[in-house]
């Protein structure tokens, strides 16, 4: 069963303190403005690949996406974004799972 995320459920704090540490506050936050901006990008690819039936591109861009969320401490939405990178990849039992699961951005959403 899906649970609720809050917002403050989607950061992990003490890695965002490292990275703010590390890198200083105001590099900090164009590596946030850079990262919300490629989120964006990034959604709607993945919206598109999605309506298109490209599932490849869908999930590699659900890939990226995960791998970006994760190193600035949104591990929730990296596991949501894999979780839709998984649904997408085939396996020699069944070709076509995305067609019988969840739509993959839906799954991001609630996940």
């Known amino acids: 069963m899906p649970r609720d995320t809050t917002r403050n459920e989607l ?3 003490s890695r965002l303190a490292k990275i703010r540490e590390s890198m ?10 850079m ?13 598109r690949a999605s309506a298109a039936g490209a599932y490849r591109d869908l999930a590699r861009e659900a890939q990226a996406l995960a791998g970006d969320a ?6 929730t939405l990296a ?18 799972r995305c067609a019988q699961s969840r739509r993959p ?6 996940g």
């Open 70 to 75: 994760r190193a600035i401490g949104l591990d």
């Open 11 to 13: 950061v992990d704090p």
């Open 35 to 47: 990262f919300r901006n490629e989120l964006h990008r990034r959604l709607a690819a993945i919206t």
């Open 24 to 33: 200083g506050e105001e590099r900090t936050n164009a590596l946030l403005v």
């Open 79 to 96: 596991e949501r974004a894999l979780s839709a990178e998984r649904s997408v990849i085939p396996n020699p039992i069944d070709q076509n």
């Open 105 to 110: 951005m839906d799954m991001m959403r609630q």
